[in-house]
């Protein structure tokens, strides 16, 4: 456990030597600012004036802004997550220090732990910059404080599940731009198939003509391709949450999420033990 | 202290090290000598739990290093070739990283450090960033950070590489000094710091060990003989072939000759008579003891002369 915190401290300082901390708050701090107006300036518009954005009256202010503006924030900082991760591993290797991290009496699990919590030191120091804007929310408009609280943790889980998925792939790339670059790709794969996930039909592409069997399979197959699709991505199960709706398989999700990549990441630090 | 027993790494096909043997006995300073590419930098690395061995396994202070890892990691403290360090870091900052992460407990860990940097000469740098360092403090830095909480066990891979006369001087001497209470085992392509530092030599070559023994052994066993001779060079070369007293010779040049003897041999006046037989002339005839370097050159270039020596 010492040694965990010993290599995080390391990490997490590492970020506030090197520019790259303060560029990665510095560029949240100003794109979720900007989100922030924007979406309440839009919102206090359409309050004064509901019938010319065709809503029968003033919209509900959780679905309306504050849901949309926390997935915002959520997807945010997985679009910055890869400044974070990137350099983790695959740094070490490049330079060179991987030589004294492996030769240190450090256990596989300590390395890996130390580095996921110095990416979560980014997360929360992201996290207090959104609280800000919460805090604001919460003085101006009535909404319950849990639910902003579920907000934050919906935010939260977001961004540790995408960081741990960029410290697998941190694990698996040689240099910073290859890790960078991957996780950044990764990210807008899930993206994309949010987006792609709600516009797929709903029924079986299987033309009439095939062949009963042929169709069944086809249809349950299609069946989970579909439900990966629309379930996979990362902001699919924030948008509940955010409301204030919080089921228990969506938290799961996020965990196992980050349970996974650590896992994966775990093993890809091991294969050098039987890689050649 | 350390005991490798049939250590082997292969690189895919290429085999980086075969079959590696060795013991090393408590407060002993070992000489790992080899030329470039011989297996020395991944002898220390499997040692030191960087790679694991493809077959084989050692034992450091009595912990298996495939089944103990991190045990033996306590006991060792390693300076690696390249000297890899957080360049963005302080060397104080750093050293105290490497401090904690060796378990050194918090209210000792400053001392620990100081004891360290001053060990190594690095007190006056504590607060320089080591990206700004010259190889010399870095190879500095290095070195302090595998002398942190004095492990038993030191591996250090060309702990003198990019020092100026006087640091080489300092850390030889800082080495045989770590010698009395540390096992130290160290590579170096610097045949007399072998000599002056280690009390015994393993001589490595395209993954096996070639030689392994005590300074006084290798050296004292053998003596050699410098020959310059005129007239013919073949007719001078197949009288020595005959000469009972030779291990082996080589020829630099036209004219001259290295030879030597069979352990206890004093080959001279064989020499001079078999080479005034076959009518070649003794310009010079010179004997002295075998250093190090005809070792090192005889068992990386020549063990099939040595060996083709060692059967007549």
């Given amino acids: ?276 | 202290m350390i005991v490798a027993n049939g250590l082997t790494k292969y690189y895919g096909q290429f085999a980086a090290i075969e079959q590696v043997d060795f013991s090393v006995e408590k407060g002993e300073i070992i000489g790992f000598l080899g030329p470039n590419g011989a297996g020395k930098t991944t002898t220390m690395r499997v040692l030191t739990g960087f790679t694991p061995p493809s077959r084989g396994t050692a034992e450091i202070a009595g912990y298996d290093i495939t089944k103990d890892p991190v045990e033996v990691k306590r006991r060792v403290g390693y300076l690696p070739e390249s000297v890899p360090l957080y360049d963005e870091m302080l060397v104080c900052s750093f050293l105290s990283y490497v401090a904690e992460v060796k378990g050194v407990a918090s209210g000792q860990r400053r001392l620990e450090v100081e004891r360290v940097m001053e060990r190594c000469g690095l007190s006056h740098m504590s607060h320089r960033v080591l990206r700004n360092l010259s190889k010399g403090y870095r190879q500095r830095v290095g070195l302090a950070q595998a002398l942190i909480g004095n492990p038993p066990v030191l591996i250090l891979d060309e702990p003198t590489v990019g020092l100026d006369p006087q640091q080489i001087i300092e850390i030889r001497q800082m080495i045989k000094e770590l010698g009395a209470d540390h096992t130290v085992l160290l590579s170096t392509h610097i045949l007399p710091e072998v000599t002056m530092v280690c009390q015994r030599v393993l001589i490595i070559n395209k993954g096996r060990i070639v030689a392994q023994d005590t300074m006084q052994n290798l050296a004292g066993a053998n003596s050699v003989i410098e020959l310059e001779v005129s007239g013919e060079t073949s007719a001078a070369a197949a009288a020595l072939e005959k000469v009972g007293e030779l291990v082996s010779f080589s020829s630099e040049g036209a004219t001259r000759f290295t030879a030597v003897a069979k352990e206890g041999c004093e080959p001279g006046p064989a020499v001079t008579k078999a080479l005034i037989e076959a009518g070649v002339g003794v310009v010079s005839l010179r004997r002295r003891t075998q250093t190090l370097e005809d070792i090192f050159l005889r068992s990386i270039s020549g063990d099939e002369a040595a060996n083709a020596g060692g059967a007549k």
């Fill in chain 1, 1 to 276: 456990m010492r040694n965990v915190w010993a290599v995080c401290k390391r990490e997490f300082a590492s970020y506030f030597v090197t520019p790259i901390g303060y560029v990665v708050i510095g560029v949240f701090a100003a794109i979720l600012g900007l989100g922030f107006s924007a979406s309440f300036l839009f919102y206090a518009k359409i309050s004064v004036n509901p019938s010319e954005y065709a809503y029968a009256s003033v919209p509900d202010f959780e679905e309306t802004l504050l849901s949309p503006f926390l997935v915002f924030a959520g997807l945010l900082i997985m679009f910055i997550g890869p400044l974070v991760t990137m350099r983790l591993l695959s740094e070490e290797k490049n330079r060179g220090t991987m030589e004294l991290l492996l030769t240190h009496p450090l256990r596989d699990r300590e390395i890996i732990f130390g580095k996921y919590l110095a990416a979560l030191g980014m997360l929360v120091v992201m996290m207090a910059v959104l609280t800000v804007h919460l805090l604001i929310i919460g003085y101006y408009v009535d909404v319950e404080t849990t639910v902003l609280g579920f907000g934050l943790l919906t935010v939260f889980l977001m961004g540790a599940a995408f960081l741990a998925l960029g410290l697998f792939v941190s694990s698996i790339a040689n240099t910073q731009v290859t890790a960078g670059t991957m996780t950044f790709g990764l990210w807008f794969v899930l993206y994309i198939l949010g987006s792609f996930g709600e516009n797929l039909p709903k029924t079986n592409p299987a033309p009439e003509s095939w062949g009963q069997g042929l169709r069944l399979a086809v249809g349950a197959a299609y069946g989970i391709f579909s439900k990966l699709v629309q379930q996979l991505p990362l902001d699919v199960h924030a948008r509940e949450m955010a409301k204030g709706i919080v089921a228990p398989k969506d938290i799961v999700y996020y965990v196992l999420f980050a349970a996974f990549f650590l896992f994966l990441t775990f093993r890809s630090l091991e294969s050098r033990k039987w890689r050649a």
